[in-house]
């Protein structure tokens, strides 16, 4: 095998493509006593699955409230209307879009905060003096599963009389000083989405122990309409189905061992990428477990010798998937920069922006993938002068 990396004509390390993400799912084996009784039944949503799955997210969670919605982003708008949000909310610009969109939906403003460099997740310094007189809430992020500083929010949230909600979107399997992120706050809006280590096929929940919440929650997803077929207030249709509820079930019974696994494979990309210069990783507070939905690390491009995008093309060279998350932040995107005032200084947002890159990591991952995925690195950053010349080379040509 060449020494030289794939981008300067070498074979690829990988002959297949080595996804970023491969769900964990149940066999079809498993499923198919339920799948069946529920086409035997003709009850497709609101049966059995449904209440199961929501009993036992809540007691693994902790809560006394789990409720089952159609998404994420759908348990979040659900959330900031329930809790009589208005005017201002503080949130960290370095996150997945639907943090921000459901605020919008809500027809709230957002106001941006700085995110800790290390942690990734929202600085609590940062987010008190980014309150407003018009703040109601404060809304953080679990940051690729890395809970966040969860008491320190919590602090500044009493000290000014707001509302605490997480968008716990990589939420699931994640531990916040021994016990999984879920109980704190006023609420926590998780994904079930296939990239996420507890999979619906599409699905969220609403973990909440406010009684009056959960029950807006539950009205909400259905329209608004209480049973009686008066809308208390304008909700929307944010069921989840019952296949989605079985398939969540079984998913929950290997979440454990699937977040296990991943900080396996995270421990061991530390010991192999940690002997390169210029590669820093995600800090997890002690105490603390990151479920490592995604794993990211940051590119310090004059000591590894290739910025974060040359090296994301290298490795696309070799047959290894990469995303860029979160470039851009939201507060650039098109739909959400009005919201960002002029003068506003996010220094850890854009710099995780232009360094941040999340490798391969899924609940089953094999340590030779891990292993192999590390030499290319090595052999990248090895020959990190030609690579860059290579590239800049393309890139005239293509200018051209």
């Known amino acids: 095998m060449s020494n030289k990396p794939a981008i300067l004509g070498a074979s690829p390390i990988f002959e297949n493509k080595v996804f970023i993400v491969k769900p964990s799912l149940p066999s079809p084996q498993e499923m198919e006593a339920g799948v069946q009784e529920i086409i035997s039944s003709g009850m497709v949503t609101k049966g059995k699955y449904l209440k199961a799955f929501e009993e036992a997210v809540a007691e693994h969670l902790q809560v006394k409230h789990a409720v089952a919605v159609s998404s994420c982003t759908t348990g979040l708008m659900l959330t900031y209307q329930g809790l009589g949000l208005t005017g201002d909310v503080v949130v960290p610009s370095f996150t997945f879009m639907a943090t921000v969109s459901a605020l919008v939906w809500a027809g709230l403003r957002p106001v941006f905060a700085d995110v800790d460099f290390g942690t990734t997740n929202l600085d609590p310094a940062a987010a008190e003096a980014a309150i407003t007189p018009n703040t109601s ?170 910025t974060r995008d040359e090296l994301q093309q290298a490795l696309t060279a070799e047959n290894v998937d990469t995303r860029t998350y979160y470039d851009p932040p939201v507060h650039r995107h098109t739909a959400y920069k009005h919201y960002a005032a002029p003068d506003l200084d996010l220094p850890n947002t854009e710099k995780l922006a232009a360094q941040s890159l999340s490798l391969p990591v899924w609940s089953k991952m094999d340590d030779e ?32």
């Not at 809970?147 to 500044?156: H, N, R």
């Not at 995270?266 to 002997?275: A, S």
């Not at 891990?370 to 040509?397: G, P, T, Y």
Request: aromatic residues 8%; hydrophobic residues 40%.
């Open 137 to 306: 809430a404060i809304v953080a992020v679990h940051n690729f599963g890395n809970p966040a500083e969860v008491d320190a929010l919590q602090e500044v949230a009493n000290r000014h009389n707001l509302k605490l909600i997480f968008d716990a979107a990589h939420g699931f399997g994640a531990i916040y000083q021994g016990k999984p992120v879920g109980s704190h706050g006023d609420a926590n809006s998780y994904s079930l989405s296939p990239t996420k280590l507890l999979i619906a096929g599409e699905g969220g929940i609403v973990a909440t122990n406010n009684d009056d919440l959960a029950d807006k929650v539950r009205i909400g997803r259905e329209y608004g309409n209480s049973g009686n077929y008066d809308s208390a207030f304008a909700g929307i249709n944010a069921r989840m189905p019952e296949f989605n509820a079985l398939l969540g079930w079984h998913s929950l019974q290997r979440l454990e061992s699937g977040a296990r696994r991943r900080n396996e494979v995270v421990d061991l990309y530390h010991q192999e990428l940690g002997k390169l210069p210029g590669i820093d990783f995600q800090v997890v507070r002690e105490g603390n477990r990151n479920s490592y939905k995604d794993f990211s690390i940051t590119i310090d491009a004059e000591a590894f010798g290739l």
């Open 369 to 400: 993938i891990v292993l192999q995925i590390c030499e290319a690195f090595r052999k990248i950053h090895e020959h990190c002068v030609e690579v860059a010349e290579a590239l800049q080379s393309n890139s005239a040509k293509v200018a051209a």
